[in-house]
């Protein structure tokens, strides 16, 4: 096992554990050398308490100046080292010469010490000296007989411990802290791992690094844009997709989501919590289907998090397609129409009634054409001109008289809207004031159609007098699938009508009564916040 598969409790533990050991060491080091510290200061008073108690001897004093003097004093001497637990004692004359010493060779010859020299001066004091037998503290006395002359030195020398020694003196209490310090880091360090795993998972570190390189390739290869933020609103995820979709560069990762993106709604989503699937929504000039998604750890919302898809190109497509559906509804209107005409005009032949036939030829071309020159002068393009020429032949076929308003016109589009919007939004409004009649009886059925156009805003008006829509049913019209029919399929209609106005920042305001008919009004704003700017 590499120490990269390591389990995380083994790697604390041992951390931990050396923590320790290394604290103690250091610890140790301050504590022997405080020790040895203390050991010198007291073996230095030891040593001068016994070097003055030698020194006032009255043996030493008389008999330090006698020939073989020393035959009299080392006795007594030993006898006071042994009782006072001193390494050695010795004593010299002013001459140097030994008149006491541990090895009985050395009784009666010169000292040749360096440090000596104060001490023949009547100097007492205590001096750190390392010798044969190793570091010794000795304490120097001068003695001195009755007459206050000085006549000799008393010299007391202790030994001190080694680290080695003093270590195994207190070895006890080194095995006591060892053991009390190891017994709480170890389990405190293996309580932490634990604690760590479980708030991880149960995941090793090397795992949750593979987690996250392999959760960042992932959103990388993904065909969907996808961008993530944190509890603070922050962007901690974006994959290139989002970047190449919502036309961002450089390194957005940990800038507010304000500063990268404005239409995302991720800060609602945060601050809610609501979870939005599929919604549609207008970032710049893109359509941009989105997912959105609060992040939650233990039912604490920690971030968010939207996936996206540009719908652009697809949208447009679609949008094409409605229209090419309303020319070709527009042209079978027409010729279901003309067929009928042609019928008329044959049956009125047959009867011999050429005049009357003539008359209704020109009356009905001349009623198509005034529609007709009226639409192309008025409408941006044919697609909007077609639709509703198509829409009037098909109400003619219900038997729904549809009306344009003669002032209606639309020679611009609002700025966030195309033809393909109006195509979508003027269809749906007509088929649905259309379908109103269904199920109920009405002498005169008719549809009226308005489109105003200012500097301002551009109104778009449809009004039936058809069943109404209750009080319950008008605050639902525009849900997704929600019908006053109860079909399955139906209920989109006016829910792309909502989304197309939204698209164009437009205002809706309905009007109806049961059983009276329904006014559905449209304003789009002709001028956006930018053109103000």
Not at 101 to 116: C, L, M, T
Not at 505 to 524: D, K, M, N
């Amino acid at each position: 096992m590499t120490l990269k598969h390591m389990p995380i409790r083994w790697k604390i533990t041992i951390l931990t554990f050396g923590v320790v050991l290394f604290a103690i060491l250091i610890g140790g080091i301050f504590v022997i050398g405080n020790t040895i510290e203390a050991k010198e200061e007291s073996l230095g008073e030891h040593a001068m308490l016994t070097g003055r108690t030698v020194a006032n001897l009255p043996e030493v004093k008389n008999n330090i100046t006698e020939p073989e003097g020393w035959e009299v004093i080392n006795p007594i001497v030993e006898r006071i080292r042994t009782i006072n637990n001193a390494d050695y004692i010795v004593i010299l004359d002013m001459n140097r010469i030994r008149y006491s010493h541990p090895v009985a060779d050395q009784i009666g010859k010169v000292s040749s010490g360096k440090d000596e020299g104060p001490a023949f001066a009547e100097h007492t004091y205590t001096s750190k000296t390392k010798g044969e037998l190793g570091t010794a503290i000795r304490s120097y006395v001068p003695i001195m007989n009755d007459e206050r002359e000085q006549v000799g030195v008393a010299i007391v020398g202790n030994i001190l411990p080694s680290v080695s020694e003093i270590l195994l003196g207190i070895k006890n209490e080194i095995l006591f802290v060892l053991f009390i310090t190891a017994l709480f880091g170890v389990t405190g360090s293996w309580l932490l791992a634990r604690h760590l795993k479980e708030q991880t998972y149960r995941l090793e570190p090397y795992e949750i690094v593979q987690l996250l390189v392999e959760r960042t390739a992932t959103f990388q290869a993904m065909n969907e844009g996808i961008i993530a933020i944190d509890k603070e609103g922050r962007v901690s995820l974006i994959n290139e997709k989002a970047k190449k979709i919502l036309a961002i560069e450089g390194e957005q990762t940990g800038q507010p989501i304000d500063a990268v993106l404005r239409e995302t709604n991720l800060l609602q989503v945060l601050r809610e919590g609501e979870t939005v699937f599929n919604e549609e929504m207008r970032i710049g000039d893109k359509l941009i289907m989105s997912t959105r998604v609060a992040i939650k750890v233990e039912d604490e919302i920690v971030g968010a998090v939207a996936a996206f898809q540009d719908r652009t190109e697809m949208t447009r497509l679609a949008e094409e397609l409605t229209g090419v559906k309303a020319f070709v509804d527009a042209l079978r209107v027409q010729a279901h129409e003309h067929l009928n005409k042609m019928h008329t005009i044959a049956g009125l032949i047959q009867l011999d009634q050429k005049q009357k036939a003539l008359e209704f030829v020109f009356q009905a071309s001349e009623k198509q054409e005034e529609l007709s020159r009226f639409l192309v002068k008025n409408m941006k393009d044919y697609s909007i001109a077609g639709l509703l020429i198509s829409k009037v032949s098909h109400g003619k076929e219900l038997g729904i008289d549809v009306t344009i308003d003669e002032h209606s016109q639309l020679k611009d589009y609002p700025p966030l809207l195309d033809k393909n919007d109006f195509v979508l939004i003027l269809g749906n409004l007509i088929e649905n004031a259309f379908q109103s009649f269904h199920g109920i009886k009405r002498d005169e059925k008719w549809v009226y159609i308005s489109i105003q156009q200012g500097d301002q805003v551009c109104t778009v008006t449809v009004e039936d007098n058809g069943k109404g829509i209750s009080a319950d049913q008008k605050v639902r019209i525009f849900e997704k699938g929600f019908s006053t029919k109860g079909k399955t399929g139906s209920g989109y209609g006016l829910f792309l009508v909502k989304k197309a106005a939204e698209k164009g920042r437009g205002e809706f305001e309905v009007i109806s009564y049961e059983g009276e008919g329904t006014s559905i009004i449209l304003t789009f704003p002709m001028t956006t916040e930018e053109d103000i700017k």
